[in-house]
């Protein structure tokens, strides 16, 4: 896979790609990993997967999120949580 660039993406620009939410909501649903299938946007998708089960090993229930059109602004700010709780765990922040 291509080294993705370093170009700064705000978290709640991330967090609204449809490649995260899809990652997110294949996590939820116990879908199988749809890697490779996000040109180039495949990081985005391993994230919502992951901040995905970072929510279910720290207990809290994963609601629906639409994976595509408009996106509530409290599902935005859930996505937008999970993914900096995962950032902290990454870099060991606590």
């Not at 449809?18 to 490779?36: H, I, K, N, S, V």
Request: aromatic fraction near 10%; proline fraction near 5%.
């Amino acid at each position: 896979m291509a080294q993705v660039g370093a170009k700064h993406v705000r978290p709640t620009t991330f967090c609204k790609t449809e490649a995260y939410r899809q990652g997110y909501e294949d996590y939820r649903l116990g879908r199988p990993p749809a890697f490779g299938q996000w040109s180039g946007n495949d990081i985005a998708y391993e994230t919502g997967r992951q901040a995905a089960a970072l929510a279910v090993a720290k207990g809290q229930d994963l609601r629906p999120i639409p994976v595509k059109g408009k996106i509530a602004s409290h599902d935005v700010m859930h996505l937008v949580d999970l993914g900096k709780a995962l950032f902290r765990l990454e870099w060991g922040i606590e």
